[in-house]
């Protein structure tokens, strides 16, 4: 039982939920100019890492038969035969239930748009099948996070925390890019589509850096839109210097440190913002 358990975390990766939970709850502490009520921030949470843990899962179902014909996925759980099809199915859709649950508990809105937000992380795992730009699907499911949070506050949304998904769409999408580069050769052989696989790996980073640069222009526009203060703009600061770090561990010829740019330094990016944004709000208060 507990060698189950500890392969499902694995499978879905559930350390990895800092990436996107730290915009959720930027999301949630602009739409409340401060910190909003702990009940609401319990069920940001529940629902952040119900949806995420359905989204890898259903990820790790559907592309079962791709995995196992690419080296580098070939000893993930069901490939390997440490669960079955059958067992991650089922656990999507427990891990789905409660997301919706948890929508239920905010208000009516979110509840309304729970299936439409299932169905956006759900995407990401067929996109590639049809589309190079399916970076920018999986940047979506993260980048909906900040206005998810935000309509869970207030039951409706604020164009303005558009600007914030876009940021995330495109920082996720960025290093996505650069991780599929090391599926180049793969994609390639296997009819999968990635910016890589198009247009090749020195264009895929220069696509990456492009990306991010956008990222950080929508992060200095946020500032201007919510009035964000100095503590902010040293967030920022912060971000682009590690961005331009993840850049510099990598090269279209080296990709062996890959996994610390990918999750090291963007699980600091994610929550060094966080925590900009976070500290500006209440020392306003």
Known sequence: MTGRLRTTLEMIKWEHSV????????GAMLAARGLPPWRILFWIVVCMVAARSAAMAFNRWADAEIDRHNPRTSMRAIPAGLLTREF?????????????????RLNLLTLLLSPLALAIVFAYSYAKRFTRWSHLVLGLSLGIAPSAAWIAVRGSLDPRILVLTLAVLFWTAGFDVLYACQD????????????????GLDAAFWIARVMHLGMLGLLVEL?????????TVLGV?????LLFYEHSLVSPRDLRRMNAAFFTLNGMISFLFFASVAVDLLHRR
Not at 19 to 26: N, R
Not at 237 to 241: D, E, H, I, N
């Open 19 to 26: 990436f996107a939970l730290p915009f959720a709850l930027t």
């Open 88 to 104: 991650t199915a089922g656990f999507t859709l427990v891990a789905a239930s409660i997301f919706v649950f948890a929508a239920s």
């Open 184 to 199: 180049y050769e793969h994609d390639l052989h296997a009819g999968l589509h990635s910016v890589p696989q198009a247009f």
């Open 223 to 231: 500032i201007g839109l919510f009035h964000l203060g100095p503590i």
């Open 237 to 241: 600061v912060a971000v682009a210097m």
